[in-house]
């Protein structure tokens, strides 16, 4: 009789572990999927945004849309010539034909030139995020042109640079009583062209 006893409560006790073995096994198996799931998360790399991506377009728009007299690269009186010719902004300027545009002034050939350098500074300046036409134009004058030259220049030689022609008539002609761009201003436009530089540099590569 207690054998039979015995026998019965052990074989119910392993009936109940059989039973209970496929949830245990489903639990272990649960937070093997969930730490394995963790484990790809943190292995995967996140998508590093360029610094440059969104600005650049946003202020190229807006400065092609400004209005040619709140550029200040000329002065108001040949902002009023201009815009009597159709050219209202600083986009319009740089899709003109400027050849076209400078037969209409008393000199054409200076005009041509000047116009030309209106355009150049327009156009670097849409380049650079944080950069104004006239503040452009000031580096043009020194001699700073594009982009790539400018993301291998020091800030503390081009501001020295830019004191020396603030002295100039030209330069005081061109400030008409402006600040030269500090040093940290300088060194933050140096910045955007490294960030171009080597963005033009890994598009060529994948190319």
């Known amino acids: 009789m207690l054998n039979h006893l015995l026998l019965r409560l052990f074989s119910i006790g392993r009936k109940k572990s059989a039973q209970s073995s496929p949830k245990t096994d489903q639990v272990v198996l649960h937070a093997k999927v969930e730490q394995t799931a963790q484990q790809k998360s943190r292995s995967a790399p996140m998508p590093v945004p360029l610094p440059n991506s969104r600005c650049l377009p946003h202020h190229r728009e807006r400065l092609l849309s400004m209005q040619l007299a709140h550029a200040k ?18 986009g319009d300027l740089v899709r003109a034909d400027l050849t076209h545009l400078a037969a209409n002034f008393g000199a054409p050939r200076k ?97």
């Not at 355009?119 to 950069?131: D, E, T």
């Open 73 to 90: 690269i000329c002065s108001s009186r040949r902002c009023q010539r201009l815009q009597s010719m159709g050219i209202s902004t600083t």
């Open 111 to 207: 005009a041509l030139r000047v116009l030309k350098q209106y355009r150049r500074a327009i156009r670097l300046s849409s380049s650079v995020p944080g950069m104004m036409p006239r503040d452009a134009m000031l580096l043009i004058s020194i001699h700073r042109r594009s982009v790539r030259g400018l993301a291998m220049e020091s800030p503390v030689r081009l501001h020295r640079d830019l004191e020396r022609f603030a002295e100039s008539t030209q330069g005081r002609q061109q400030l008409r009583g402006r600040r030269i761009p500090s040093t940290r201003r300088l060194k933050k436009w140096i910045n955007e062209c490294e960030t171009a530089t080597r963005g033009q540099s890994a598009q060529g590569l994948v190319a």
